[in-house]
């Protein structure tokens, strides 16, 4: 969830700020905060789309550098946002550069084509001044090349240096500031034997660090300062040993020095890592049963786990950023994991976790599966403040919008979901009770419930809710006996308000009658 103190700009009346006023006082003195909130909660980014270019197939794969947002895919056009399929395309073959702030297109492009047609994994030196592509292509511009290159981020000029000759698909990129380390499908690097792995100096000479894997590798986060990359994907041998799926390899030699025993069951893979100062985290996808499908942290100096969390919803894309994991995947029946959601219509695509101790966070944007394999997200890249996000669906939060979006803290712009309605009142003597059922807000866990008489401000309420927790709520109001009044409600996260509903008009009862309500 997010904590703020917020400026109130939604339009009310006199009346109502003294109110609103009076409830945050409340909050602020401990009475009713517990109730309300969880104070120790990490804060998200916002849930509310930030404008953002499209393209017109999957985006497989995000990397910043210097202000720069590198897209990587299956696609041939891009297109700003709102425009439709077809409207205000601009050619960009499977690879695209926007400003990270303002979402721009930048001139940057070359076309990347042939092999299996498709750009699958992009990271930038760690001095941000080189961007190495990988994934299933023969062709960079007319420029014969075998799967992996870099480009010059100043430029964006192709590098001459760095042209390994990788034998099959490229699915992952580390960069350290010794080495750049592939890993994929391929089992040879130039006509050498690299069985999923293979390290490269900046220059692009191939090193002697040697790993054999069974498998595919998808995912690499490197641990320098311990010596290792810790390695994720398909396998089920490294270096003749059994190991599933998450290996560390000594980082100069390929030699196994760290072992996951049992953090992934045999039918699970990595599909992700990503790590922050002290912590490295995995995103894991199964297939069949017994699997595990979720968010895994762990420590990066003893290789220690320190939480494992419970959705199913194979897991696409992890990453950190300031204290909360955001991934995608299409998670659902979450109930066992600390503010996670029982197993409902809806699967959750975008997911943010407290890094301290797995708790499912109150950020809930969304997006829908959408086309390829229906994955909804499938990378994520932190650029400076924004989160940006890409993937195969074609909505975020119901609207369209295809394979790109990104988040930013604020402003927070999204009014509530479900605005409430009065659907019930019953009316006694010198009083009338309405009921309405919570509305809930994308990023906000507690929202407010403004209660109209006559088109005066009378009560706010706070209540917790999420899309799968609407509790029913009521409110008596004290009034004349035998007065009619005309009740309307709205609800606020602080920020944005819905639109009053529509009036209920209830006559109060008059002692010893029976109450009236319509
Ligand atoms: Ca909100």
Request: net charge neutral.
């Amino acid at each position: 969830m997010r904590l703020r103190i917020r400026t109130t700009r939604v339009a009310i009346t006199a009346s109502a700020v003294v109110l609103l006023a009076a409830a945050s006082l409340t909050t602020a003195s401990g009475s009713t905060a517990s109730r309300f909130s969880a104070a120790t909660d990490e804060e998200t980014l916002t849930a509310d789309p930030l404008a953002t270019w499209q393209t017109d197939g999957i985006v497989w794969s995000l990397a910043y550098a210097r202000g720069v947002v590198y897209v990587g895919g299956t696609f041939g056009s891009v297109r700003p946002p709102g425009a439709k399929r077809g409207e205000q395309e601009v050619a960009r073959k499977n690879f695209a550069a926007f400003d990270a702030v303002t979402g721009k297109l930048l001139p940057c492009t070359h076309s990347f084509s042939g092999a299996g047609d498709t750009v699958r994994a992009l990271k930038a030196s760690r001095d941000g001044q080189v961007l190495f592509v990988g994934g299933s292509f023969g062709k960079v511009g007319q420029t014969a090349v075998a799967n992996a290159v870099a480009l010059n981020t100043a430029d964006c000029s192709l590098r001459q240096d760095f042209r390994p000759a990788v034998s099959a698909t490229v699915r992952a990129i580390e960069t350290t500031d010794s080495a750049v380390y592939l890993g994929g499908d391929f089992t040879k690097v130039s006509d050498q034997t690299r069985g999923h792995i293979a390290a490269f100096s900046a220059g692009g000479s191939l090193l002697p660090f040697k790993a054999v894997i069974d498998k595919p590798v998808r995912a690499i986060a490197a641990a320098h300062e311990h010596g290792k990359v810790i390695v994720g994907g398909d396998f089920d041998e490294v270096n003749g040993a059994k190991t599933h799926a998450l290996v560390g390899l000594n980082r100069s030699t390929g030699a196994t020095v760290s072992l996951y025993p049992n953090w992934l069951p045999g039918r699970s893979v990595v599909k992700s890592l990503a790590r922050d100062e002290t912590n490295f985290y995995v995103g894991a996808e199964g297939s069949g049963t017994g699997i595990f499908d979720g968010r895994i942290a762990g420590r990066l100096s003893d290789g220690k786990m320190l939480w494992k969390d419970t959705c199913w919803g194979a897991t696409q894309a992890v990453v950190p950023y300031n204290g909360v994991l955001y991934s995608g995947s299409h998670a659902h029946d979450c109930g066992n994991t600390p503010g996670g959601f029982p197993e409902h219509n809806n699967r959750q695509h975008l997911l943010a976790n407290s890094v301290r101790d797995r708790k499912i966070l109150h950020w809930f944007p969304d997006t829908n599966e959408g086309i390829g394999e229906g994955q909804g997200p499938r990378a994520l890249a932190m650029a400076g403040e924004i989160l940006w996000a890409g993937g195969e669906f074609t909505a975020v939060n119901e609207k369209p919008q295809q394979s790109l979006t990104r988040f930013a803290a604020g402003p927070d712009t999204g009014v509530p979901e479900a605005a409430p309605r009065l659907t019930k009142a019953d009316a006694g003597a010198g009083k009338v009770t309405l009921e309405w059922r919570a509305a809930w807000d994308r990023d906000d866990a507690v929202l407010t419930y403004l209660i109209y008489r006559d088109g005066v401000l009378v009560a706010s309420q706070k209540q917790r809710s999420a899309s799968w927790d609407r509790p029913d709520m009521k409110y008596t109001d004290s009034v004349p006996s035998g007065s009619r009044h005309r009740y309307t409600i709205a609800v606020t996260d602080g920020e944005n308000a819905s639109a009053q509903s529509a009036p209920l008009e209830v006559t109060a009862a008059v002692a010893d009658k029976q109450p009236t309500g319509e």
